[in-house]
Structures are given as structure tokens and as C-alpha cells.
């Protein structure tokens, strides 16, 4: 049976659906959090346009607590 893995990265829709927020919004989310993810680990992989998952994913928990 194979195995299905979620994407490293989540992209502009996935945060655009999660967040119910525009477009723009969105990418402005994604480029805060990369902001962030690099000043707390110069060394992680950024890709512009799309944010880590887990990085994301934990930030999400934050902001709803």
C-alpha cells in the first residue's frame, strides 16, 4: 500500500482556505512567518511563496489560543 505524505510546504491556498483570508493577505502571512522561522533558525529552508507546514501549522495552534 503507498504511503501519502503531506507537502513539506504549504502554499497561498492552503492559507488562504484555512484563514479565510484574501489573496494578498496570505502571501503577506507567508512572509511574516518565513520572517520569523529565519531569525528563530537562520539555517532552516525558506522558499518564497510558501511557508514550512509545521511552522505554520504550530502557528495556527498559537493564534487561536
Not at 484574501?22 to 503577506?28: D, I, L, P, T, V
Not at 531569525?39 to 493564534?63: D, F, Q, S
Amino acid at each position: 500500500m503507498e504511503e501519502r505524505r503531506m507537502p513539506m510546504f504549504v502554499g497561498v491556498d492552503t492559507v488562504q482556505y484555512d484563514l479565510g483570508v484574501s489573496r494578498a493577505k496570505a502571501y503577506n502571512i507567508i512572509k511574516d512567518l518565513n520572517r520569523k522561522l529565519h531569525e528563530a533558525n537562520p539555517k532552516a529552508l525558506i522558499v518564497c511563496g510558501k511557508v514550512n507546514r509545521l511552522w505554520y501549522e504550530e502557528a495556527c495552534l498559537m493564534r487561536t489560543s
